[in-house]
């Protein structure tokens, strides 16, 4: 009876020695792997310090995984539409000088934008002949007279309720989602430009 309670005992104490030192070992292994920059890198996120950008990575950035965004990754972020036209540079803005009748055929934009376009220049009017309006050219200032984004029987108005010998229009030259739309002109801007008059008539 007593030699088989010394066994067991010496059973228990070499599993208790045996589990202990695996522990140890699991500790010894665990410090040994963990290397100089790992609480750096745990601290900042499982990916390290993230992205980084070309000019700040260093060769222990690469070394330890932290590599920088490629090329495609950081174009993707900034990248305009192929189409897009900046209504914030006086260059996509054209302006006409015309006697009444002018020929040009107006339409509305949708709802969401306002303000109106040229649908179409009439056969032999004295817009095809001056020959500076397109189709698709949308109206900005009749003058000095902002009408970019008003209802079209008030922006046609002005044209209409205009008194000078030659009217002068002002066009932007692009769609509408470029100038109402969120990437469009800020009301601020398009005031002082009107005010301005700075476009000359270009055909």
């Known amino acids: 009876m007593k030699t088989t309670t010394l066994l067991a005992i010496a059973a228990s104490t070499s599993t208790t020695q045996a589990f202990t030192t695996t522990a140890n070992n699991v500790r010894t292994h665990t410090a040994l792997n963990m290397g100089l920059f790992d609480g750096v890198k745990e601290a900042f996120g499982a990916d390290g310090m993230g992205d980084l950008d070309a000019e700040r990575e260093t060769p222990i950035d690469r070394w330890m995984g932290w590599n920088a965004k490629t090329e495609s990754a950081q174009g993707e972020v900034s990248k305009a539409p192929v189409d897009f036209i900046d209504s914030m540079d006086e260059k ?21 934008f306002g303000g109106i376009f040229v ?18 050219d949308q109206l900005v200032a009749v003058g000095t007279t902002k009408v970019s984004g008003l209802a079209f029987e008030e922006a046609l108005g002005t044209i209409i309720d205009s008194t000078d010998e030659q009217t002068k229009l002002v066009f932007f030259r692009g769609p509408s989602k470029f100038l109402y739309g969120p990437a469009g002109a800020s009301a601020e801007w398009l005031d002082e430009f009107v005010g301005g008059s700075k476009v000359e008539s270009t055909a």
């Open 119 to 136: 649908l179409e220049i009439s056969e032999g009017s004295n817009a095809e002949t001056e020959g500076t309006v397109r189709p698709g």
């Open 92 to 112: 996509n803005y054209i302006s006409v000088s015309l006697p009444k009748p002018m020929g040009i055929v107006f339409e509305e934009n949708d709802s969401d």
